[in-house]
């Protein structure tokens, strides 16, 4: 059995639907940083860029990777992963929550502002209010508000 009060957030994300979560994209992403360096991709994409000048930007093509990789949350946020310093996870533990949900000002709370306008965090909340912790996941909401 999953444990889901282990992926619920402090905020009322689900840990598992971040992408800087996504196992197999930082998988991939690690697999083709080691293979374009074994190749040496960087003296072909040079010698392309001869023909093609999109190839000129290799360089930044690799720092985006680089970027990317770095998005990576190697441990959830109840275990002190996503943000470092996060306002939210420093105000449910001042008020002994176990999160957002048990605090009556959830709707109105401006910490949570930024993060109502990319996911379902009210919906959410709401959810894990109803039916606990350990019983939402199946009703969360769209994670990111594109998909
Ligand atoms: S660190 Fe903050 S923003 Fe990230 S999931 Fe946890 S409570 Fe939410
Ligand atoms: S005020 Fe309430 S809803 Fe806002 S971050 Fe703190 S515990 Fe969460």
């Not at 293979?35 to 930044?60: G, P, W």
């Not at 109840?78 to 008020?95: A, L, P, S, W, Y």
């Not at 990319?118 to 990111?144: F, P, Q, T």
Request: neutral net charge; hydrophobic residues 30%; aromatic residues 12%.
């Amino acid at each position: 059995m999953i444990n889901h009060e282990k992926y619920t957030a402090y905020c009322g994300l689900y840990c598992l639907d971040c992408i800087p979560s996504n196992k197999k994209l930082f998988n991939i992403l690690n697999e083709l940083e080691n293979l374009l360096e074994e190749i040496k991709f960087d003296k072909y994409a040079e010698l392309k860029s001869k023909t093609n000048e999109k190839f000129n930007d290799y360089s930044k093509f690799v720092e985006v990777l680089n970027e990317m990789k770095k998005l990576e949350c190697v441990a959830l946020c109840t275990e002190g992963g996503c943000k470092k310093n996060c306002k939210i996870r420093e105000c449910v533990k001042e008020k002994n929550f176990q999160g957002c949900w048990e605090c009556k000002e959830f709707k109105e709370c401006e910490l949570l502002d930024y993060l109502k306008g990319i996911h379902s965090i009210e919906h959410n909340l709401e959810m894990i209010r109803k039916y606990g912790v350990n019983n939402w996941a199946d009703k969360r909401g769209k994670h990111y508000n594109w998909l």
